[in-house]
Structure formats: structure tokens, C-alpha cells
């Protein structure tokens, strides 16, 4: 039956079942007395709503703390082995694979290099196949059990009804790529498990703001900087962030030919990619098939050498460059958006690291509006390598959080495991 706002009492269960479970998974182990004032729900509510969950074995209880004269109060906390995602990051040197708990602990992983083929798309489809059957054996887990995969990927993602996720990714050959229908066919998943896929930078910028730099901001901005350079607007309007294709601004008319085909993109200027080629272009020595993550090793070796030696002074030199179209390009980003926080993510921007990012910070702050500028933070991420991976994974496990912990739908054609049909027909309806 629906209530005048039109929501039912399963909505109303879904929603209290949410509240519990996000408020355990950030803040717990909590108490049930905590719980209330945390969901704004009444004692009784929570009571209710904590024993579904217990008998679901999404909650578990963790031991009890001292109250004031009265008996101790239980904690609880979400069971890390209630459920399951794997997190796929299609990067620019290789495919990253890793499944993990509910807690988001990684359990196993796979990787797949990148070399000659890179993008070309049945090689990506493959790698994710493969890594998928890879990490689910290592771990001796059934398909079944996942709540769905997560994936990253370069470009701009489309949603489609009839396909699934379709990738437009200029910059590395893919046209309407319809990724989603791609891995379905032939996917060793049952076609319960669903797949989530969206922009790299995207799931970089969701793990930041759930779990690292970023928590606690309600406008940021996450930049990925590795071969390209990609960022992430989190806003109170667009809370799990809206991918924004940064590097493809334009900071030199008729400038550098970018890899999109365009002229004077920042990309073409602020890239890992472009920023090797320039020292190419100016001497540096780079072996032939080094791929791009040991050059820009090399490089930054050579700019700031460890043992007392005096730099390259073209590695040095292409390196400050790229630090100032970085910070131009990121006062744009502070001028349009205001954000009070902006975090340097990525292979590349970690790679930089501490050493490169002052250099960032003072021309972002030169070329902005004052007042905009007095009011945000440049950092680096804090998740390292793996935040695509953990942000990929964060998809599924949002998904499972705003259905108040109900699973997929199982596949007919798949008999479920008798733990998974005890589970459903507990689950409220």
C-alpha cells in the first residue's frame, strides 16, 4: 500500500534497512542505542530493523561497551563476509582485477599488462573475463555470491536500456563500444551477477570521497592524472560525482595535436603520455618498448636524482612545464566549480608525488580568482594505485546499500545456493 508521498512500506523498510546498514559501515561498530540518533529513527524501528539484518547475516554483533548504570550495550558492525564485489579498473598499463568483502578488504586480484595491443577491445573483454575467473578461484567463491563487478574505464559512459554501459573513449579508439553486451556474451557469470561500469576517474574520485582525502568534503574535485588527465566533480547536487573530461579543455589554440585529435588540449600538455614524449623531443633518453610507467621512473630520476648529481635539466624543465599547465588547468576547475578541495590521483600523479605537487599548488593559486583560491586545498589522494579498483567496487556495493541489502535477482536458469534462497525469503518484500 502507498502513502500519499507514494512510497510503500517495503520502500519504508528498504530505506530504514539503508540508513542502518550505511551509518554500521562508516561509523560502526555502534550500538543500538547509537543507531537512533545517527538514522533518526525511533528505538523500535532500529530494534526491528537490526534484528532482519542480524538474521540475514548482514550484521553482526562485536562485542559490548559500558553505559551509564545500566547493563553494557552491544555493538554491532556489518559482517565482512555477507557479501562480495570485484573491481576492475581498465587503466592506461595495464587491466586491474580484485575482489573484495563487503568491508571492501581485497581478497584476491589479478593483473593484465597492456603492450601492443592496449585497447584493442576483445583483448580488454578477454583480461576482464579471465581476471574475473582468476580472483573468484583464488578465493574458492562462487559467482553467485557476488553482489556485481564494478568497472573503470577511460571515457565517457552512456547508459543505454537495450545494451548496458556503451563507452566512448576517443582517445583510445573506442566508438560506441558496447562494453556491458560485450562481457555478457560468454561472461562466466550468471546473468543475475550485474555489471556497473563508469568513467575512471569517476570510481577514483568515489573511493576518495567514501574512504580517503575526501571524506568529510561536500564539494571536490578528484583528479586522475596517468597517461591522460581525467577528473571528478562531487557536489551536494551530484553526491556520487559527475566524471568531467578536464583534460580535453583547450590551453593552447592551435597547439599540440592531442591523442583525442584535437589541438591544444590540456591533455596534450599534462599527460603522462605527452610529458614523455616532450623530453623525447628534447634529447631525453628513453630505451625503445620502456613502457610508461618505468620511463616517467627514469625521468623523474633524472630531474631530481637521489645520489647528489646534478639534474637534467630538460627532464627539469619539461617536468616545471607540465607542473604549470597542471595548476592552469586546475584553476579553471576552481573558478567554474569553487570546490574546497581538490585531490591529484592516478599512476602518474602519484609517481610525482610530493616533490611535483607544490609546483601545482603555486601556479593553480596564481592563476585563479583570489577568493576561490583562499578557499580550497590541493592534496594528493591517499588511496594509492588501487583507488580505481576500490572506487569500481564501491559501485555494486552502493547499489546493494540503496536496496537496503536485498541481492540481485537470481538467474532462473541458475539454481541458487540454499544460503542464498534462505536469505531472500527473509528479506522483507
Keep these: 500500500m502507498a502513502g500519499r508521498n507514494g512510497r510503500t512500506v517495503r520502500d519504508l523498510r528498504r530505506a530504514n534497512r539503508a540508513a542502518v546498514l550505511q551509518r554500521l559501515y562508516f561509523d560502526g561498530p555502534l550500538s543500538r542505542f547509537e543507531l537512533g540518533p545517527a538514522t533518526g529513527l525511533s528505538s523500535g524501528s532500529v530494534s526491528n530493523v537490526v534484528a532482519d539484518l542480524i538474521a540475514d547475516g548482514l550484521v553482526e554483533e562485536a562485542g559490548s561497551v559500558d553505559s551509564d548504570g545500566g547493563r553494557p550495550r552491544t555493538l554491532l558492525r556489518v559482517a565482512p563476509l555477507s557479501g562480495h564485489m570485484i573491481g576492475v579498473d581498465v587503466g592506461e598499463t595495464r587491466v586491474r582485477i580484485e575482489l573484495f568483502d563487503l568491508t571492501l578488504t581485497e581478497l584476491a586480484r589479478a593483473e593484465r599488462p597492456l603492450e601492443q595491443q ?40 552512456e547508459h543505454r536500456p537495450d545494451r548496458g554501459a556503451v563507452v566512448h573513449g576517443q582517445t583510445i579508439g573506442w566508438d560506441a563500444v558496447p562494453l556491458e553486451s560485450l562481457l555478457r556474451d560468454g561472461s562466466p557469470l550468471p546473468e543475475s551477477v550485474p555489471y556497473f561500469t563508469d568513467n575512471g576517474a569517476k570510481t577514483l574520485g568515489q573511493a576518495e570521497m567514501w574512504f580517503g582525502a575526501g571524506r568529510g568534503a561536500s564539494n571536490a574535485l578528484v583528479v586522475l592524472f596517468g597517461s591522460g588527465v581525467g577528473a571528478c566533480l562531487v557536489t551536494p547536487q551530484a553526491e556520487h560525482g559527475r566524471a568531467v573530461e578536464w583534460g580535453h579543455l583547450t590551453v593552447r589554440v592551435r597547439g599540440r595535436r592531442c591523442r583525442c585529435g584535437a589541438l591544444g588540449c590540456l591533455e596534450a600538455y599534462a599527460g603522462a603520455e605527452s610529458l614523455l614524449a616532450r623530453w623525447r623531443e628534447e634529447g631525453g633518453r628513453v630505451p625503445e618498448g620502456t613502457d610508461e610507467e618505468t620511463a616517467l621512473t627514469g ?21 616545471e612545464e607540465t607542473a604549470e599547465y597542471l595548476g592552469a588547468g586546475l584553476s579553471d576547475l576552481i ?13 602518474a600523479g602519484l609517481q610525482l608525488g610530493s616533490r611535483f605537487l607544490p609546483a601545482v599548488r603555486r601556479h593553480a593559486l596564481s592563476y585563479a580568482l583570489r577568493h576561490p583560491a583562499q578557499k580550497v586545498t590541493i592534496e594528493l589522494g591517499r588511496l594509492g594505485p588501487d583507488a580505481v579498483t576500490v572506487g569500481a567496487a564501491i559501485l555494486p556495493l552502493a547499489d546493494f546499500f540503496d536496496r537496503g541489502g536485498r541481492r540481485p535477482a537470481p538467474d532462473p536458469a541458475v539454481p541458487a545456493p540454499a544460503w542464498h534462497t534462505a536469505l531472500q525469503e527473509r528479506l522483507p518484500r
Design 118 to 157: 592496449r585497447y584493442e577491445v576483445e583483448v580488454i573483454v578477454d583480461h576482464i573475463r579471465s581476471g574475473i575467473d582468476e580472483v573468484l578461484a583464488a578465493a574458492g567463491l562462487a559467482p553467485e555470491r557476488l553482489l556485481g563487478v564494478g568497472i573503470g574505464v577511460p571515457g565517457i559512459v
Design 299 to 319: 625521468m623523474l630520476a633524472a630531474a631530481y636524482p637521489a645520489d647528489g648529481a646534478a639534474a637534467d635539466p630538460v627532464a627539469l624543465s619539461v617536468l
Design 335 to 347: 573558478n567554474l566549480f569553487q570546490p574546497e578541495r581538490i585531490l591529484m590521483g592516478g599512476w
